[in-house]
């Protein structure tokens, strides 16, 4: 064995085919909290964020498909309150969750401050702490479609 190889931990390890449903639920609010932090630090720095995604289009001229990347909208989750408070609400997909019965939003002192709270947020998801309320969505998702 090399010097190198055996400076690093070697493992017995295979990929999964597929990640549990809890660990894609996680990931997917997960990402979303991200794209909010973006958006958040983008106005606090008085910048635009705009992510690109690629999207398919047909010429119509020659009938060939191609890809190009066109910027997507992020819609913030946090709006200023009637006595100038920021209120947050976190959304899975177009649903809002709730934190307590009743209580969905979290009250912030200023928009400088919305970055430490989504990364609380963050820390809570890896936590396992919006396990119950993700469940609870994709049940209602999941029933919406046995009409």
């Known amino acids: ?6 400076g690093l931990k070697i493992v ?3 990929k999964p085919h597929a990640l549990p449903v809890v660990v894609r639920r996680r990931n997917k609010l997960i990402t ?24 398919s289009f047909i010429d119509k001229s020659t009938g060939e498909r191609y890809a ?7 819609k913030s989750w946090w709006w200023i309150g009637e ?7 976190v959304k899975y997909g177009s649903r809002v969750i709730e934190f307590f019965k009743g209580k969905s939003a ?12 989504i ?7 890896n936590n396992g702490e919006f396990d119950a309320q993700l469940e609870n969505l994709g049940k209602q998702l999941r029933d919406g479609f046995k009409r």
């Open 12 to 14: 017995a390890a295979s």
């Open 1 to 6: 064995m090399s010097s190198v190889l055996s």
């Open 68 to 74: 190009k990347e066109v910027p997507v909208r992020i």
């Open 119 to 125: 990364d609380a947020l963050i820390t809570a998801v």
């Open 32 to 55: 979303r909290l991200n794209q909010q932090r973006e958006l958040a630090n983008a106005k606090i720095n008085d910048e635009v964020y705009l992510p690109k995604r690629l999207r």
């Open 106 to 117: 979290i009250e912030i002192q200023s928009e400088n401050q919305i970055c430490d709270v």
């Open 83 to 89: 006595q100038g408070q920021v209120l947050l609400q």
